[in-house]
């Protein structure tokens, strides 16, 4: 099974056409920024700055959320630890609580 890491294999995002978007700007998808275990492709040992900061540069990201299914407890931690690092290294200004998307006018 393959070593996936972020020098190696530079996460990618899956953008929706925009034209299939009532709002503007882009929505995407990838797998989860700093992951780690294994997973479909190989054993992930991801680096949470290093995605986040190649989903900025290369793609623009401003705004990541987390969609995704219950986690077990014994995960819920490093995710949490995770979020936190998004949202104070990448988002600072963002606060989870009130986000909201606007729909075009």
Known sequence: MPQLDSRTSPIEVHFVP????????????TLAPGRKGPGTAGKHDRDLDADM??????????LPLEVGTPHPAKQSHRRHQARSTIHQRHAPHHNPRTAHIQSRS
């Open 53 to 62: 900061d190649r989903l900025r540069r290369e793609y623009g990201v401003t």
């Open 18 to 29: 925009s034209s299939e978007l009532p709002l503007k700007g882009r929505v995407g998808f």
